[in-house]
């Protein structure tokens, strides 16, 4: 990606407790990167707002049913009237201006950290970002791209086809088919610097190198799950 692609809005979502971590030396990356290249980079540093991952009636501001919650259906009639909690309302806004979602994590438990997880429940909300009908390429999130850039504990060697843990594809299927590519996202191939914790500096290094250039050429690489055109 260079300074001649046209600016795009970016969301960087990020998910670690430590601000020292190798997983927040990627996010630190992202935002300088993308920045310097010109663009417009939001970002919702998660464990910091101390983001509430648990949706519930808490999140509208008024119920269509204040006798039982059913939480698809409170979600569309919050999203027909704005009656949104403020902090959803923030985040879904630069949700929907964004061009290309980055999401920054460890991979733990084969997933994603729970402040993470809840984050996509309550701001992919019902009536946004999908819907009846709304999916995949009927998605209104399509036509726009998403990345993961995440840390394991295993090298690399353990998430290859046939290895310990399984490809690290199959691995993040339920988060880059079924959260990014669900809303209509372009998945770029996922960034994943292995056993980050146990290498060396200098292989710490040249993940933040291979990370920078995976940033600035995005333009040049092909999606590992693309929405067709309707």
Not at 28 to 41: E, F, I, K
Not at 75 to 102: C, N, S, T, W
Not at 198 to 212: G, N, S
Request: hydrophobic share 45%; net charge neutral; with cysteine.
């Amino acid at each position: 990606m260079t300074r001649d692609h046209p600016p795009m809005h970016v969301l960087l979502i990020h998910a670690h407790p430590e601000p020292r971590s190798f997983t927040s030396a990627l996010r630190d990356v992202a935002r300088d990167t993308l920045r310097d290249a010109g663009h417009q980079v939001a970002e919702s540093d998660l464990y910091a707002m101390r983001f509430d991952p648990v949706g519930g009636p808490h999140d509208v501001l008024h119920r269509v049913d204040p006798e039982r919650f059913a939480y698809q259906a409170e979600q569309q009639h919050a999203a027909a009237g704005g009656g949104f909690d403020p902090v959803l309302a923030h985040e879904m806004e630069k949700l929907r201006i964004a061009d290309l979602l980055v999401l920054t994590f460890p991979l733990w438990w084969f997933s994603v950290p729970a402040t993470l997880k809840g984050w996509v429940d309550r701001v992919f909300a019902f009536g946004l970002v999908y819907g009846r009908g709304q999916a995949y390429a009927q998605a209104p999130w399509r036509g726009k791209r998403a990345i993961c850039a995440l840390t394991t504990g295993s090298p690399a060697a353990a998430f290859q086809p046939g290895g310990r843990n399984g490809d690290i594809n199959h691995v993040l299927h339920h988060v880059q088919f079924g959260m990014l590519h669900f809303i209509g996202a372009d998945v770029l191939p996922p960034f994943v610097a292995y056993s980050a914790a146990r290498v060396d500096d200098a292989t710490r290094a040249q993940y933040l190198d291979q990370w920078r250039e995976r940033l600035r050429t995005l333009d040049q690489t092909p999606p590992l799950l693309a929405t067709p055109a309707v």
